[in-house]
């Protein structure tokens, strides 16, 4: 046995709900998980590594970042409290149009840091050029990934009214799915990184293509993962090309695309009867609680699509809008925001926000076999949580356990101190094994502080609020 | 000069918004804050105690949670996903009901660690015998608090349906009046507490009594906090009791209860109007975000109550209804659930969830002169926070400064590295420099883990969903 943790308390996901175990034991060899159960009986004394909770600490399945954009982590606060309709033109766009290559690789970089600290040991990648954010970023960190390559037919750089219809570029979206293509060939034989296919949204790719690109994801055995009933902007888009009387929901079933091959990001523009046809056809959803009620001011509909017996899971999205990379985060999110959507303090109770961060990450993703939760055979993504600290006690076992409530309504991921992705340790003791965090830290402070004042000028034209609130000394 | 701290950014609350300094120094005399401004001029090199910020740090006004009950706090995470009217009875009244004299301090001693952790230096406590808690844990602790005895005239033993009109017991809320009155005396000469009146809700004390209570408070020139309009139990007994049309604002305005000596928490069950008619009178109003949110399913309606030109402040209410006692947590909540609210990303702002988190928490309890901003004759509480964290990097300042958004939409309270209050350092690098909060961690765990088996059968017998859940492996 290669590491093996012993006296601490186990959420394994398995079951029905969460699954305790109180004061158990873990053993791990090479990259997968050999044994999950009590102590008595666990014989661990050949381990090489021995990590002793003392039970004081807890060990769950890694966390899943299902929807997850990291490439801007660098204009993280440079947006916010904006209408929608501001929140690219006047907004984001102004500061992520002078990024160079490496900010973008350095962007990944703090995000999926970020993200391990607090506990996430799968990140459903989705951006551009992929392939260099996998070589530079994902393979050194160790860390699992499912890469999607952004496919879209738009032109960013062309200036567009919102009301317009947007043009599409075919060769600009076979240029994207030749990458996306590419990306399944360069990195089929490593076992951390699976690739999906990730056609933007129906407003910015032609029907056309994403027939094309369904075909080959079903012929590879994999997904598309799209963002899926935006909002306003997207209706608007739709309703031009398609017909005043068209949705993307509707559109996507006319078109046999809406079945157990989508994952659906978002869908907060849809109505309860769309959502009930997404779950009879199988497909999953991705919903992002801080982003979506940051940006849009909208709760996304995870509780309606759960009740409708629908697989669900959860994402931070990009750090300009969500403000942060910290499941623990999301899951309370998840279950609080459901609450007040529905009105009803019983709605996505916590083991439900957990099964979002964990094996419903797993299930969306089609990774349910390799992990999610913890079970002798599947791979050794795991982390190990303090307990002992004043916002998590008490912890007690009679006569229930509240550990899952105190994770999700108490918990803020700072309370990781070991992570594992596939076998090996990754943070130990809150310590990173080989990423440098400081450097990276210092140099996205650099970075951002060279390149961001040459937005001033824009900024100030633009005539947002957030440069009046700027000019009348609010910020 | 006692202590300076140097080359930080300065987050001020002076001025219209947040007043960010960057590169300043504050020195801080006694119990003083005696300079805060720009590095230059700064002569700090007298100070016994020197805090170099290397620029990576922020210093910010400590904290003020405005609405604060501690003594449950053994009770974190024993109730959750319950409709509200089974929430104490078939909850948390069971295990409450099991604690004694020793196991409310300890309680407080966890929930006010815990809150210092996150940056908490002034706590508005509401509580039962508060001299006890006063004198073994806010005084050597070193801790500001607003100090309410709560005055009810029911009898909690007693067996009752939500439906009947509850006996009001005068002698009850007299003994707890008395209590009240002595804490004034007997805390009077303690710089670090002040005293308020507590008369729980419309629903638990009578009319008489409030009255006699508010001619007290306006001699002492102090304040009245209660509960006010928090919902369907407080309504129903509201109308059996005064008649049908009555509310519970309503009540207040007919008796001139309705003025600037009051402030109302939660008033999630009042209309706009209702509202309206209180900010005009003066009233000021304290929202707990998170507890509202998982025990009402309910959105406190600070922006609305902001936006009708009120004074607001936010507090965690009690641990085992929000399940923590972190305000940097309830400011983001405030903000997002509020943005949800009106679905409007513009609404309550960062600089807005600021003001509630330190100078509106210092308005609403009538401490604007002493604390809530960082200005020279202010008394020095004040916390320091590390910004090279992945989570808030990157910071900027130029075209406009993003440290308000950062701490809002991405802090988690772990960022509080030193705390410091009235000229004392509490925390220090992350430290309790006296607070023993290891052996206070492990005696909560011990203390609950022996007492809450106790609750086992009245617990199953309740029948609650809780147990369900339990039964059918959930938790």
Same mark, same amino acid.
């Given at each position: 046995m290669d590491i093996a943790i012993i006296n601490t308390w186990l959420l394994t996901m398995e079951g029905k709900g969460v699954g305790i175990i109180r004061n158990g034991g873990i053993g791990i060899e090479g990259d997968k998980i050999i044994h999950v159960g009590k102590m008595e009986g666990f014989n661990y004394k050949s381990a090489d590594i021995l990590i002793n909770g003392?039970? =004081?600490?807890?060990?769950?399945?890694?966390?899943?970042?299902?929807?997850?954009?990291?490439?801007?982590?660098? #204009?993280?606060?440079?947006?916010?409290?904006?209408?929608?309709?501001?929140?690219?033109?006047?907004?984001?766009s102004l500061f992520a149009d002078v990024l160079k290559g490496q900010d973008f690789l350095l962007g990944t970089k703090l995000a999926?840091?970020? @993200?391990?600290?607090?506990?996430? +040991?799968? $990140?459903?990648?989705y951006g551009i050029g992929l392939a260099s954010l996998l070589n530079n970023v994902y393979k050194p960190f160790n860390v699992r990934v499912v890469a999607t390559e952004m496919i879209t037919e738009l032109d960013f750089s062309e200036e567009k009214k919102t009301d317009d219809l947007y043009t599409f570029y075919r060769f600009l979206g076979n240029n994207a799915f030749k990458r996306a293509n590419k990306l399944f060939k360069q990195f089929q034989?490593?076992?951390?990184? +699976? #690739?999906?296919?990730?056609?933007?949204?129906?407003?910015?790719?032609?029907?056309?293509?994403?027939?094309?690109? =369904?075909?080959?994801?079903? =012929?590879?055995?994999s997904k598309i993962h799209m963002h899926v009933a935006q909002g306003g902007r997207e209706r608007l888009q739709i309703e031009k090309r398609y017909g005043?009387?068209?949705? +993307?929901?509707?559109?996507? =079933?006319?078109h046999d695309l809406l079945d157990s091959t989508l994952i659906a990001a978002h869908i907060h523009d849809t109505t309860r009867e769309e959502r009930a046809v997404m779950v009879r056809n199988g497909v999953k959803m991705v919903g992002c609680p801080s982003s979506i009620s940051k940006i849009d001011g909208i709760i996304p509909p995870l509780a309606?699509?759960?009740?409708? @017996?629908?697989?669900?899971?959860?994402? +931070?999205?990009?750090?300009? @809008?969500?403000?942060?990379?910290?499941?623990? !985060? &999301?899951?309370?999110?998840?279950? /609080?925001?459901?609450?007040v959507a529905k009105r009803d303090p019983t709605v996505l109770p916590p083991w439900t926000s957990l099964n979002l961060g964990t094996l419903g990450g797993a299930r969306v993703l089609d990774l349910e076999n390799k992990i999610g939760s913890l079970r002798p055979s599947k791979q050794?993504?795991? !982390?190990?949580?303090?307990?002992?600290?004043?916002?998590?006690?008490?912890?007690?076992? &009679?006569?229930?356990?509240? /550990?899952?409530?105190?994770?999700?309504?108490? @918990?803020?991921g700072?309370?990781?101190?070991?992570?594992? !992705?596939?076998?090996? !340790?990754?943070?130990?003791?809150?310590? $990173?094994? &080989?990423?440098?965090?400081?450097?990276?830290?210092?140099?996205?402070?650099?970075?951002?502080? &060279? /390149? $961001?004042?040459?937005?001033?000028?824009?900024?100030?034209?633009s005539g947002s609020r957030m440069v009046k609130y700027h000019e009348q000394g609010y910020i």
């Open positions: 003392e039970n =004081k600490m807890v060990v769950m399945p890694g966390l899943i970042n299902s929807h997850f954009h990291s490439m801007l982590t660098l #204009c993280r606060g440079m947006v916010h409290d904006l209408p929608e309709i501001e929140y690219m033109p006047k907004g984001l999926v840091l970020e @993200g391990l600290r607090a506990g996430t +040991t799968t $990140f459903a990648e034989n490593d076992e951390l990184i +699976t #690739c999906m296919y990730g056609p933007n949204a129906l407003d910015m790719v032609s029907l056309d293509l994403i027939k094309e690109i =369904k075909e080959e994801a079903v =012929k590879r055995n005043s009387s068209m949705t +993307t929901v509707k559109l996507l =079933k006319e309606d699509f759960i009740e409708l @017996g629908g697989i669900a899971a959860i994402g +931070t999205d990009e750090a300009p @809008g969500t403000g942060h990379h910290d499941l623990f !985060i &999301e899951m309370r999110m998840a279950s /609080l925001l459901s609450k050794a993504d795991l !982390i190990l949580l303090k307990l002992n600290v004043p916002h998590l006690t008490p912890i007690i076992h &009679e006569p229930f356990c509240n /550990l899952a409530a105190n994770l999700v309504y108490s @918990g803020k700072n309370e990781v101190d070991t992570v594992i !992705i596939n076998g090996k !340790i990754i943070l130990l003791n809150g310590k $990173f094994q &080989e990423i440098e965090e400081e450097k990276i830290i210092n140099q996205a402070n650099k970075r951002a502080q &060279e /390149l $961001f004042p040459e937005v001033s000028e824009l900024w100030r034209k």
